[in-house]
């Protein structure tokens, strides 16, 4: 969805970071193959993911939504020599296509994939985290929030993707639309909670910046 006129958008992405090569086969090689292909990042919003964790420069990432790997490589681009990403997806059809990507990149060592349920999943996780993509199914967006946030770092970033969900969170909702409702509910903790300051982006498909307190 184009939040502003589409020849505008397109100026916009001609006038940021190009796409890199292998981002490139990535983008091509998942419209390919893989379903649902809309569900990956892209070059723009990949651009602005990878320059926002370049200026976090984050020791431990976070990313609750593999997909096709696109996104967890964006923000590997910002991550610490040494330090940890650890990304989260319940399909593990897709985990041999990710990791071929991920080992072509010069993140490969940093990269380390989790197969099954985030909610369990994430608990598990014995670190404190500088930057938190959270992209996986929109009912568990405020389960998600409440489990990262005590794993957060003073000053780390959670970045939260779909929060505008193709306008409609500003439309009627049907009593059946379980992922507009979460939505509603996210958007209005992530205005309201007193451990973050937050600011929503129309960006794509609406990207909220949450600052940890």
Known sequence: MHFIPEALDSYVVNHSEKEPEL???????????ILQPRMLSGHYQGRVLSM??????????????TYTGYSAICLAEGIQKEGELHTIDINEELE?????YFDL???????????????SIIPSLDM?????????DK?????????????MNSGGVILSDNVLWNGKVIEKVDDDDLS?????????????????????????DGLTISRVL
């Open 52 to 65: 926002i964790s370049k200026l976090i420069n984050p020791k431990n990432i976070l990313e609750i939504g």
């Open 128 to 136: 404190k985290f500088d930057l938190v993509f959270i992209d996986a």
């Open 180 to 204: 507009t409702k979460a939505l509603l509910s996210y958007n209005k903790l992530l205005t309201e909670d007193k451990r973050i300051e937050s600011v929503l982006l129309p960006i794509r």
């Open 96 to 100: 041999d296509f990710q990791r071929k």
């Open 23 to 33: 981002l490139q086969q990535l983008n091509r090689e998942t419209y390919q193959k």
């Open 139 to 151: 009912p568990n967006y405020p389960t998600y929030f409440e489990l990262v946030i005590n794993k």
């Open 105 to 119: 990149s010069p993140y490969g060592k940093n990269i380390y994939q989790h197969i099954g349920d985030a909610t």
